[in-house]
């Protein structure tokens, strides 16, 4: 099927020792059929089906919905992990609408700097001036990872979004109604 880059499991990590403590990290690694002291690297390519096991033993171990862990690793990932590693990625932008509005092309600097990559696509549909329904192009089916990152995205660049999931496949992004 695929493979997840070991930078996403890593944060994945942190976010859970942050939360529960390290043991309960281990744990989390052995529901997922991981040995208990297993390390990722950042480039390693782990099998989504293994990758997406992991994340369901953490829902469960921690206790949360789907929703609650994508806005916890979207929170994480926007304005914790990704910043130190990835600053270079973040400082393009001034705001989430021209982030947003270049995800792909900055997806496929990702594909040309990280062999085997394989983030997410978007169809970006603009429905008005401040509204942009984003299709999420993806067989990981992590759409609930996509709407707490663009959640996330609008606490880093100090942006009151809304952010709402339409579909399985879709998320909807108000931006704040620019003053003229």
């Known amino acids: 099927?695929?493979?997840?880059?070991?930078?996403?499991?890593?944060?994945?990590?942190?976010?859970?020792?942050?939360a529960a403590g390290e043991p309960m990290w281990?744990?989390?690694?052995?529901?997922?059929?991981?040995?208990?002291?297993?390390?990722?690297?950042?480039?390693?390519?782990?099998?989504?089906?293994?990758?997406?096991?992991?994340?369901?033993?953490v829902c469960e171990k921690l206790g949360l919905s789907a929703e609650q862990a994508g806005d916890a690793f979207g929170e994480h990932w926007v304005n914790a992990y990704a910043p130190r590693l990835y600053k270079h990625l973040y400082s393009r932008?001034?705001?989430?609408?021209?982030?947003?509005?270049?995800?792909?092309?900055?997806?496929?600097?990702?594909?040309?700097?990280?062999?085997d990559a394989k983030p997410p696509r978007f169809r970006l549909e603009w429905q008005g001036e401040n509204t942009l329904l984003m299709h999420y192009e993806s067989h990981r089916g992590l759409i609930d990872v996509a709407v707490g990152?663009?959640?996330?995205?609008?606490?880093?660049?100090?942006e009151p979004l809304v952010v709402t999931k339409v579909s399985a496949k879709a998320m909807r992004v108000v931006f704040p109604a620019v003053a003229r």
């Not at 099927?1 to 942050?18: D, F, P, S, Y």
């Not at 390390?39 to 089906?49: I, N, R």
Request: with cysteine; proline share 1%.
């Open 93 to 115: 932008y001034g705001s989430a609408r021209e982030f947003f509005a270049d995800i792909n092309n900055m997806h496929d600097r990702v594909m040309r700097h990280v062999k």
């Open 149 to 158: 990152m663009a959640r996330a995205m609008g606490r880093f660049y100090g």
């Open 1 to 18: 099927m695929g493979a997840m880059k070991g930078t996403v499991l890593t944060c994945l990590r942190e976010i859970v020792i942050n």
């Open 26 to 57: 281990h744990r989390c690694l052995e529901a997922a059929g991981f040995e208990a002291y297993t390390l990722f690297t950042l480039a390693e390519d782990v099998p989504d089906v293994r990758a997406i096991a992991l994340v369901h033993a």
